[in-house]
């Protein structure tokens, strides 16, 4: 399954059911948002769930700032990351203060 296919699966199943019923505690946003750039329309601008593929918003590479910047405080991201031939899937939560939680998952993607 290619990354493209895999972020569409999980967005879709986040979206519906039980797993659709993850609430942002901060916005109480259930959105679910699949796509590379930062959340800037008033609708998707909180989603409880951010799956991206933008190296920027890595566990590795995510900073307070970049967080803050992006209203990230209570989002639940899934970050597919391609470094040279490796690719893998990063999945953690930004705190209330816009600091990353302890990575989640840090998964191989095959």
């Known amino acids: 399954m290619s990354i493209t296919a895999a972020s569409a699966t999980l967005a879709a199943a986040l979206r519906s059911g039980a797993a659709g019923r993850y609430l942002k505690p901060y916005s109480g946003s259930r ?11 008033a609708s998707a601008a909180h989603p409880a769930v951010w799956i991206t593929d933008d190296p920027h918003y890595a ?8 967080a ?22 990063d999945v953690f939560y930004i705190d209330a203060t816009n600091e990353r939680a302890q990575l989640a998952a840090g998964l191989a993607a095959a």
């Open 68 to 89: 803050a910047k992006n209203q990230l405080a209570g989002t639940l991201l899934v970050v597919f990351v391609t470094h040279g031939a490796t690719e893998t899937i």
């Open 59 to 66: 566990y590795e590479a995510i900073t307070r700032s970049i």
């Open 31 to 41: 959105a679910v948002l699949c796509q590379s750039e930062p959340p800037t329309s």
